[in-house]
């Protein structure tokens, strides 16, 4: 299987995102071209959607920006994701239509030029290519401040939100899903304040049995296209398949990322790691929770981001039950994984009940 990509398409891409110097140097000169217009466009109440994949991410970027009130990053933006703007003035003669199509993962999500994605981690690899190591991604703390990063951060926001609003932007606040930023929680908070993390999880045999599931889907397609496998490198995409570079939580345990513990053991760091970093400005969701009541769960979403709980009538069809996936006896009974799991549901709570 091949991916769709011509080879104008992948010249473009390989231009691109295989030098991202060259996209921050665009950056900048893009910086100075809209600069009356970026004044215009303040940074207020980003909305960042984080967790490890499988656990939803995806469905709540999709339903937060469907509302409108949001700005995301969007394919219509690749492979220049640095410089929307600029982009767009060069490629709107040249613009598709197309028809959404399935995408790679294979779990039903129907995408087009026009669906919002997880680019945003670009940003982060231009920036900090110190902390992408061949073999796993290190992890962000406080301390991790960078004026020149910060700057360019904020700018990218604004262009983000001018690039959907076609101008100023109005009261569209910046929303990004990406799985990523779990490794930087206490950074993100420090550098915006105001902010809102949106961590949704899952049942962890569930969810590390998903992971499992990808991570062999992306071992047979990248096997059959080393196009896609450099693509997901390019974007920062390291969660699954060939391109898998696990982010280096305390504790992370190396053994071998086809075995379904390694993926138990991979969730139980993470979410530890979360738990113990947890800005006040984050926000627990469990996902299976939401999908038994969606109607309730996405009503304190709505609470958490401050906007009317109408904003999301009408979405709760949307989430539904996610695969069950068997767990063999070790993973069952592993105590330390379960105290995580328990200590998950229980912060959840007590920030549902703080927001009623």
């Known amino acids: 299987m091949k991916s769709g990509y011509s080879s104008i398409d992948r010249f473009v891409h390989r231009l691109a995102l295989g030098n991202l110097a060259m996209q921050k140097l665009l950056a900048d000169m893009e910086n100075h071209f809209h600069a009356a217009l970026l004044r215009q466009i303040p940074v207020e109440r980003p909305v960042f959607i984080t967790s490890l994949p499988r656990a939803g991410t995806t469905l709540l970027l999709d339903v937060l920006f469907g509302t409108g009130g949001f700005a995301s ?3 219509r933006d690749m492979p220049f994701v640095l410089c ?3 982009w767009h003035a060069v490629s709107c003669g040249f613009q598709r239509n197309a028809e959404a199509r399935e995408r790679a993962h294979g779990d039903g999500r129907m995408v087009g030029y026009d669906s919002a ?3 945003e981690e670009v940003l982060w690899k231009a920036y900090w290519p110190q902390k992408y190591a061949p073999g796993h991604v290190l992890t962000w703390s406080a301390a991790d401040r960078d ?3 910060e700057e360019a951060f904020a700018n990218h926001m604004r262009k983000v939100i001018a690039a959907r609003a076609g101008g100023a932007g109005g009261n569209l606040r910046y929303l990004s899903k990406n799985n990523a930023n779990v490794a930087r929680l206490p950074l993100l908070a420090e550098v915006f ?3 809102t993390i949106l961590i949704p999880f899952r049942n962890p045999v569930d969810q590390a049995g998903s992971l499992a599931a990808q991570h062999a889907n992306f ?8 196009f896609t496998k450099t693509y997901m490198e390019w974007i920062g995409h390291h969660q699954f398949g060939p391109a898998l570079r696990p982010i280096a939580f305390p504790d992370t345990s190396v053994g071998s990322s086809i075995e379904p513990d390694f993926w138990l053991s991979y969730w139980d760091r993470a979410f530890r790691h979360i738990l113990r970093n947890f800005p006040p400005q984050a926000v627990l969701i ?3 929770e939401l999908c038994e009541n969606p109607d309730e769960g996405l009503r304190r979403i709505t609470d958490a981001l401050g906007i009317p709980d109408s904003v999301l009538r009408g979405q709760a069809p949307h989430f539904r039950r996610a695969n069950r996936h068997a767990a063999t006896a070790d993973l069952r009974f592993r105590a330390d994984i379960q105290d995580t799991y328990s200590a998950l549901r229980r912060k959840a709570v007590e920030a549902a009940v703080r927001i009623d």
């Not at 071992?219 to 080393?226: E, F, P, T």
């Open 73 to 75: 990053q969007t394919y």
């Open 219 to 226: 071992l047979a397609k990248h096997a059959q296209d080393r």
């Open 147 to 149: 004026v020149e990063f």
């Open 84 to 86: 929307p703007l600029l």
């Open 193 to 195: 304040p105001d902010c």
């Open 117 to 119: 994605e997880a680019f």
């Open 286 to 288: 469990d996902y299976d």
